[in-house]
């Protein structure tokens, strides 16, 4: 079924700040198996001019991905989240994620498409720190898949 | 920001450095817990296979992570890349066994912009297959 297009520039709350810990970019950085040394030692990140160490450039993700569930959940749009794929993903920064920001996200849906039966979900996700400075912006695409057969 | 190439020394159609990323089941699962993501297509084969994937597939946003790395080393310091995107065309397929799957990731400069920006044009392949398509990032440069 064809989402809502009323739903489109809908806008949610601001979420809860994610406070962002600098073992958590450790753990992200390994996982990625990334050795930039930006990631973990604060001195090599005050080298290159940060404040403290900086997060890989698609760490924030996790973030703003946990923010879109709002929009995902949203009863009244009626997502089929067990259909959907991700599509297409993008960050602009202002500046990188740095250990100890406090981060909140407010989702926008910008735009609904109906293509061959599938639903295009395009949301984005403002991030600013606590002082209300922009840090990125995260584009997501997602796409529900018409359920077979219909 | 510092980065450590200069905007004077690159051309359009400069290479970067190419990358080649293993991934295992057991990177996988690591990424799950560090990223929060655990949909199980991306550890569990069998519920992989029940909806209609070949077997577990690697998280698009690993494919992304990596991706980028062959530009954020090129460049230096991270925070050069100043805008990044790419779309999910084809999933890296990983199998249970000890070879995995390869990431392999080749980059040049398609563009130069202004105020000494790149736009850095990125190819990730898995198993012959392109499985990022309109990567891009820009860049800051020095």
């Known amino acids: 079924m064809a989402l809502d297009q009323s739903f489109v520039g809908r806008t949610y709350p ?41 997060a890989p450039p698609t760490f924030v993700f996790a973030i703003t991905f946990k923010a879109a569930g709002a929009v995902i959940e949203d009863p009244q749009l009626g997502l089929d989240y067990s259909r959907v794929v991700h599509g297409d993903q993008k960050f602009t920064y202002t500046r990188p994620v740095r250990a100890g920001d406090r981060l909140s996200v407010t989702s926008t849906i910008e735009a609904i498409k ?37 | 920001m510092t980065a450590k190439i200069a905007y004077d020394e690159v051309e359009v159609g400069t290479e970067l450095p190419a990358q080649s990323f293993p991934v295992t089941r057991a990177t996988l699962v690591r990424y799950a817990g560090a990223s929060g993501d ?23 946003m690993f494919t992304m992570a990596e991706a980028i790395r062959v530009v954020t080393d090129w460049a230096g310091d991270p925070a050069a890349v100043v805008e990044y995107g790419v779309r999910f065309t084809k999933p890296v397929v990983v199998p249970n066994d000890d070879q995995g799957a390869l990431i392999e990731v080749s980059a040049k400069v398609a563009a130069k912009l202004d105020d000494r920006r790149v736009r850095v044009d990125i190819t990730a392949m898995s198993a012959g297959q392109k499985v990022l398509g309109m990567s891009r990032a820009v860049v800051e440069l020095a």
């Open chain 1, 14 to 54: 601001p979420t809860a700040a994610y406070e962002v810990g600098r073992e958590k970019i450790r753990e992200f950085a390994e996982a990625i198996g990334d050795a930039n040394p930006a990631y973990t030692d604060t001195d090599a990140a005050k080298a290159l001019g940060h404040s403290d160490v900086i």
């Open chain 1, 114 to 150: 109906s293509l061959a039966g599938n639903d295009i979900l395009d949301i984005r996700g403002e991030v600013h720190d606590a002082s209300g400075e922009h840090v990125v912006t995260a584009w997501t695409k997602l796409v529900s898949r018409a359920p077979e057969g219909a």
């Open chain 2, 38 to 60: 655990f949909n199980p297509i991306h550890w569990n084969e069998k519920f992989a296979v029940e909806v209609g994937l070949p077997d577990v597939i690697a998280h698009g």
